[in-house]
């Protein structure tokens, strides 16, 4: 998916010189995404990466300094298809380990040329702003901030946290 992906959209060396050139949006936080960062060298940490929470086995390769995009999508049909390509062997993740090898890739991927409009708040590079929170006191970066009641909130204040603190006993 990498690999085709890069091509695609005109990154041939994503860990040396068009490293800052690339940008991935993944749409599933399952073993694909680690995959596409061992593969481009992109990550959330470097900002290099996003992920949309959609739960489709799919990711978008961007091209920042052309605007060239593709998503590429995981067809569910290649898992069946499998058997066509190596029906000698019946544990089916061996299988399609070795079909996925020599599968054509119109058989293993959608392929679309799309248009992605990166906020430049979610643009790799130094935070454009931080705040407190006028609730909780933790600091927000990158515009993640809510006003709410003419208060600037992080969002846990603002639409209530995952967490909840412990108190502490004396």
Known sequence: MSMIGLAAIGIYD???LDRKKLYVLVEIDRCATDAIQSVTGCSLGKRSMRWIDYGIMAATFVNLETGKAVR?????ESRELSKKYCPEIENKYQRQLDAYRVMPEEELFTIEEVQVSIPQE???GRPLKRIQCESCG???QDC???EQDGKLLCRGCAQGK?????EKKD
């Open 138 to 140: 933790d600091w927000v």
């Open 144 to 146: 993640r901030d809510m």
């Open 14 to 16: 994503p860990k040396g």
């Open 122 to 124: 979610d643009m790799p």
């Open 72 to 76: 590429i999508l995981a067809r569910e």
């Open 162 to 166: 995952y967490y909840s603190r412990i």
